[in-house]
DNA sequence: TTTGAAAAATAATGACC
DNA sequence: GGTCATTATTTTTCAAA
């Protein structure tokens, strides 16, 4: 068995695990009683099971979804990075100070980089990306890729 | 004022809306009482703000928010897709029933959209991208963009 | 908007099978 | 793992200011 980053064994997950962390996905509200009931265990089997994964990280947190547009950011775009070296540590140091990136990527290819940015407007994206992305030592260059609609799976 | 798709106005969102949304994003577990508190309004006032939020769908639901690697989902990538028409109803519907799709984007440029793919491991990734994504009807190509290492913002 | 009160549901724990 | 019982919290609603 390994061991991830953070030091706890990787859990083998069984059916009820991932049936507990499908219906968690789709409504992290859920209630330990209507979790057991839908998964059809024990209120104690499910509350210990939850307590596991959430220690385990398996569950990192519960968030509430909100709609970027009805939120007041109505631009978002992918913004690809061409980096100078390999420090993505400090790179994802960097961009975590900033509150419009909302997902960062470390790829391979022909971008090194890729973040889902989220602003108010055009005249704030345009911010994120000429006075904030392209300041970080090491950026060599950005392209930005407007998105037109989206869409998260569930 | 204008009208969302949805049908609910859009709502102007004051200071004390943006708090709570913030609050919700980073633990959308909060009790009303306790979000009520760190905002520093009444249960009342909290409880008719969140159900209005929600109504007005600016909350789109709550999530719990599972580790991909932890669960089970070791291969992540980014997928550009070019497609022939600009049916993208009908993309969407489509990219919507494949679960690896964990987020798709129609996008201005080079690209006419990118899809994030979570998918078990290499060899799950590929049947996704050769099997799945380039027989929907009107998808040109793909390129793939495996990802080292990612992150959400918060 | 706030505060207080109160009923119903739920969380959380422990004892025991 | 499951079941039962118990106590503490929270939700949710209502009334009053």
């Known amino acids: 068995m390994t061991d991830r980053p953070g030091g706890q064994p990787t859990a083998t997950l069984d059916d009820v695990d991932r049936r507990i962390l ?3 996905r789709a409504d992290g509200r859920l209630s330990i009683r ?3 009931e839908r998964v059809a265990i024990s209120r104690a089997n499910a509350y210990s099971r939850v307590e596991r994964l959430t220690r385990d990280r398996v569950i990192t947190g ?3 979804v909100v709609d970027p547009a009805a939120s007041g950011l109505s631009t978002s775009a992918y913004v690809t990075l061409t980096v100078r070296q390999n420090s993505w540590r400090a790179l994802r140091a960097e961009l975590e100070t900033i509150p419009e990136v ?3 990527a470390l790829l391979g290819g022909e971008f090194d980089a890729i973040l889902l940015v989220r602003a108010a407007d055009n005249a ?3 911010t994120v990306v000429l006075e904030r ?3 970080i030592p090491g950026v060599l ?3 930005t890729f407007l998105i037109f609609e989206d869409a998260e799976n569930p």
Request: glycine share 4%; charged share 20%; proline share 0%.
């Open 34 to 36: 209507a979790l057991a």
């Open 62 to 64: 519960f968030r509430a």
């Open 133 to 135: 992305l392209q300041a």
């Open 102 to 104: 909302a997902h960062m």
């Open 141 to 143: 260059g950005t392209r």
């Open 22 to 24: 499908a219906e968690l």
């Open 124 to 126: 704030a994206l345009r």
